[in-house]
């Protein structure tokens, strides 16, 4: 059966459409995490909204399962092949259709890389203001799958923020085209929330309409040093109140965290002479060139004044900025070392005011169950969210720690997945965080939307 829908695709797509074989292993064997990596029965490779049509239409009629996959930064398997999975990719659409200044918007194909869109803007005097570490090799339709988060949420939301319209293919061909370009559209329901964060397993994203934003004149950015997480809490507060909405990033680190990335990341350097318990990463964006400097300065100064902070480290020119900016961002250059650890990866959310519970439980938990672990926080906290890396040396203890902290989590009413999404890895433990309800309606719109469960089976809900 595969050999004949293999032909009738080659047929349509031609030989760089499909790939067989050695082909199609390589990158396509796995997402970022790694883990189960498989060589897909075929790599289909579509040029356009109609090839990916006719592809869905095929594997739909022939009960062929596939496994969507964009840049493959996914942190939690949603797009590693299962066995039996032909590998649909993006790739190879990847323009970027229009820029209209008028109405601030960019429509672009879903396999366009995030860098791309941020530089197009940019070179238009715009913003495309989605940021995040894996920003040259992810693709925009994996951003929109996975609801992605990264740097700047706190002043932007995440990218159901940043999306006006969608154009989708359902599991069975259709083409959905809802390239909308306002922000004020409320005729009928919002379809676009259907495939926005479900990870594709409700249909294939080809096509998005983005948001622009004015490109800010002025960028500001200090690493502070702070005592607690009370202080670091009324910091935010303060840089909110103070910085006008221009606060575009608030990036928290624990000093587990900042040691382990000075230690083992050769560039990463630490404007402090002392070690600190807390360290902020705060940016500020602003439209007021000779004033923003001193609006930054002294909302820093004053909570020095306060007693919130320690010390403050501002960068005096971009490459001090990158240099800030590398401390948070090493995690990517230690994360083949911790895995090697054995490394437990949590993306985690709770209420910012119950975070050192949570902490406090966890580290309670860890001490009774070994006798020694690496343990590393961090995150943009600013939106509530958490990074937690635990390794204890062992891989086989892994299982074990995703479910003491993923219990903690659930007690306190926070979320399994803040940003990376369920995908294969997070599954098991989704009914932490969602009722036995909300659990039961997402099964049921996917079977509603594709009822024969060739699209992403397995993934997020179980
Ligand atoms: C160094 C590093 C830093 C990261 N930082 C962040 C961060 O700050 N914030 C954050 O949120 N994430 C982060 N991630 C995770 C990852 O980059 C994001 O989840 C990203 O959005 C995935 O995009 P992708 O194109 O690589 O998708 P993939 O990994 O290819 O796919 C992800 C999921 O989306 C589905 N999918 C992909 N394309 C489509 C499509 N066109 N239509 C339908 N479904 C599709 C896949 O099937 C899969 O389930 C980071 C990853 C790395 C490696």
Redesign the pocket.
């Known amino acids: 059966m595969a050999s004949s829908l293999i032909e009738t695709l080659r047929q349509r797509l031609g030989p760089q459409g499909v790939l067989l074989g050695g082909d199609a292993a390589g990158r396509h064997v796995a ?2 995490s790694g883990a189960n990596a498989r060589a897909p029965l075929a790599v289909l490779r579509p040029a356009s909204t109609d090839e990916v049509s006719f592809i869905l239409s095929a594997c739909s009629d022939a009960g062929q399962p596939l ?13 590693t092949p299962h066995a039996g999975e032909m590998a ?1 990719s ?1 790739e190879r ?1 990847h323009a970027i259709e229009e820029l209209d200044h008028d109405a601030r918007t960019m429509t672009v194909q ?2 366009t ?2 860098e791309a869109i941020q530089n197009a803007a940019a070179e238009a005097g715009l913003r495309f203001p989605l ?4 920003r040259g ?15 700047e949420v706190i002043r932007y939301g ?2 159901r923020n940043l999306v006006l319209g969608l154009e ?1 293919v359902l599991a069975d061909g259709t083409v959905i085209t809802s390239l909308n370009k306002m922000l004020k559209n409320n005729a009928g329901y919002d379809l676009k929330h259907l ?1 926005i964060g ?4 409700l ?4 096509r998005a309409v983005l948001r622009l934003f004015p490109r800010p004149l002025s960028r500001h950015t200090a690493l502070c040093a702070l005592r607690n997480l009370d202080d670091v809490i009324r910091f935010l507060h303060h840089a909110q109140l103070n910085l006008a909405g221009g606060l575009s990033a608030f990036e928290v680190m624990w000093d587990d965290y900042v040691n382990f990335i000075l230690a083992n990341v050769a560039s990463a350097k630490s404007p402090f002479t002392e070690q600190h318990p807390m360290y902020v990463l705060i940016e500020f964006e602003g439209s007021q060139e000779k004033t923003d400097e001193e609006t930054f300065t002294d909302t820093l100064a004053e909570a020095v004044k306060a007693g919130w902070l320690i010390d403050a480290a501002i960068a005096k020119s971009e490459k001090e900025m990158e240099e800030f900016w590398r401390i948070r ?1 090493g ?2 250059e230690v ?1 083949p070392k911790l895995a090697a650890m054995g490394l437990a990866n949590f ?1 985690i959310s709770v209420p910012i005011g119950l975070m050192d519970r949570l902490l406090s439980a966890v580290n309670a938990d860890l001490a009774v169950a070994f006798t020694e672990t690496t343990r590393m926080a961090f995150g ?1 906290l600013g939106d509530s969210n958490l990074h937690l890396l635990i390794a204890s040396g062992n891989p086989a203890d892994t299982g074990r720690i995703y479910d003491m902290v993923f219990r903690r989590v659930g007690e306190l009413g926070g979320s399994i997945s ?4 369920i ?1 294969m890895a997070r599954r098991q433990h989704l009914s932490l965080s969602r009722s036995a309800e909300e659990i039961e309606l997402m099964r049921r719109l996917k079977l509603m939307m594709d009822p024969k469960g060739i ?2 089976p397995g ?2 809900v179980l």
Request: charged share 10%; proline share 1%.
């Open positions: 997402d970022a496994v969507i996959q964009g840049g493959l930064t996914g942190l939690c398997g949603g797009a649909l993006l659409m879903a396999g890389p995030l940021d995040l570490g894996a090799s992810c693709a925009i339709g994996g951003n929109i799958s996975t609801n992605a988060g990264g740097n995440m990218t989708v495939f479900t990870e594709g397993t249909g294939v994203v080809t961002d995690v990517a994360l993306d943009h803040a940003e990376h999404g995908g699209l992403n993934r997020v």
